[in-house]
């Protein structure tokens, strides 16, 4: 069901619960989660997140954040992610952009930015997880 994957993709995305710790939650597999996560993020960052006080306004890119909290003068929290994922097929080019310098394994990044109170304002920028 559709409020199920919306439900669990903003549990992850408010708390940072792994994908693994979400499924004992809901009771699916870790896969499962990944895949709501995967399919439900999409349509969030595309309509934008609202700014709290900020009547209608939605931030759809980083540097529309950026830009955002320069001219209202918000202190912005980075943070970076990095989740594993599935071993990409054999032979694909771009194969090892994937594996992470830090962990050793598949994985993607994440960037997420808050305000100075800790409320997210905008989440994605999903990269491989190779270290730059």
């Given amino acids: 069901m559709f409020t199920d994957r919306l439900l669990a993709t903003l549990v992850h995305l408010r708390t940072g619960l792994t ?42 890119t980083l540097e529309g954040g ?9 202190t912005l929290r980075i943070d970076g992610m990095e989740t594993q994922v599935m071993r990409s097929k054999a032979h694909r080019p771009g194969r090892r952009a994937f594996v992470s310098g830090k962990r050793k394994q598949n ?6 930015i808050s305000d100075g109170q800790g409320r997210p304002m905008w989440s994605g920028a999903v990269r491989p997880g190779l270290d730059a």
């Avoid at 993020?41 to 009547?55: E, K, S």
């Fill in 19 to 60: 994908y693994e710790a979400l499924g004992v939650i809901y009771q699916v597999g870790k896969s499962t989660i990944g895949r709501a996560v995967a399919e439900v993020r999409p349509l969030l960052a595309a309509r934008g997140f609202a700014v709290p006080q900020g009547a209608g306004l939605r931030l759809r």
């Fill in 107 to 112: 994985s993607v990044k994440t960037i997420t």
């Fill in 66 to 74: 950026f830009a955002y909290a320069e001219a209202e003068g918000v």
